[in-house]
């Protein structure tokens, strides 16, 4: 899953293509492919990303929004992994990376910007989706917060 997300990410391969292509096949594997197919998007910037979103998916949460890009008076502010934009809530993947020095004060401008914009930005790391029912309870309690104006 995690595979075809990253090929359809920068138009390498095509998703109503690749469908077409998994609704035609027959064979000994068809059956494990085509709900595969079914599963992936193209937006995740990262496999931990399409392992997010799947996640949120199989949840009760309401489903975020992917790559949802934040606008204040037709100026782009960021653009986000996942939004409920309703609520004002943000949700990001925040990979290694983005603690190398280079990226820090490029991130906090960012994050700044954001709540600036009126988004709550909750950040997800690796070590949350290993622990998957406090990072669902997590989002759950800030989706049920009160919006603040």
Not at 36 to 54: I, W
Not at 76 to 93: G, K, M, N, S, T
Not at 102 to 122: M, P, T
């Amino acid at each position: 899953m995690t595979a075809l997300d990253q090929f359809l990410g920068p138009g390498l391969v095509f998703l109503d293509k690749v469908r077409s292509a998994a609704a035609s096949i027959r064979g000994r594997d068809c059956r494990s492919v085509r709900p595969v197919t079914d599963l992936a998007d193209g937006q995740a910037g990262s496999p931990q990303e399409t392992r997010l979103r799947l996640l949120l998916h199989r949840s009760p949460l309401p489903r975020p929004v992917a790559q949802f890009s934040v606008r204040i008076n037709d100026r782009f502010v960021a653009r986000i992994d996942f939004a409920w934009p309703e609520q004002r809530i943000a949700l990001e993947y925040e990979g290694r990376w983005h603690g190398e020095r280079q990226n820090v004060q490029k991130d906090r401008r960012r994050l700044n910007d954001l709540s600036a914009a009126g988004r709550r930005v909750i950040f997800v790391t690796a070590a949350d989706l290993r622990d998957t029912e406090r990072l669902l309870a997590r989002i759950a309690a800030a989706l049920a917060a009160p919006r603040s104006s």
